[in-house]
């Protein structure tokens, strides 16, 4: 099992900047990619960007250029940092990891950004 929690969520104007967090633990080993999915109201859950266990990373283009994925081996963690929020980007934000064939997920964390 691999256990995901966000962090990092909150109200922001546009224009603004927020720094999400997932935390993994137990059955790390093995992950073979990260991801950050995102779920507005009303909408289907999309897919934000991701990173390969090798470091490439990838972005949809909506948030291209305002979005940065990272990493923090050292203490489990990956990261979306988020520049220049649009309101169009307030979702509840979803960290997944592949491990196995088998796809993990967090409880999500909300970012509303306000005009």
């Known amino acids: 099992q691999v256990q995901l929690v966000e962090s990092g969520g909150g109200l922001v104007q546009a224009g603004g900047s927020l720094r999400l967090a997932c935390t993994t633990s137990g059955s790390i080993v093995s992950i073979n990619g990260m991801g950050w999915f995102r779920q507005a109201p009303g909408k289907q859950r999309e897919w934000v960007a991701g990173v390969t266990k090798s470091g490439i990373t990838s972005y949809a283009d909506s948030v291209k250029d305002r979005f940065t994925i990272s990493g923090d081996t050292a203490k489990n963690t990956m990261y979306l940092q988020m520049d220049s929020l649009e309101p169009e980007d307030t979702a509840v934000y979803y960290c997944?990891?592949?491990?196995?064939?088998?796809?993990?997920w967090g409880q999500g964390t909300q970012v509303t950004v306000s005009s």
């Open positions: 997944n990891a592949e491990r196995n064939s088998r796809f993990y």
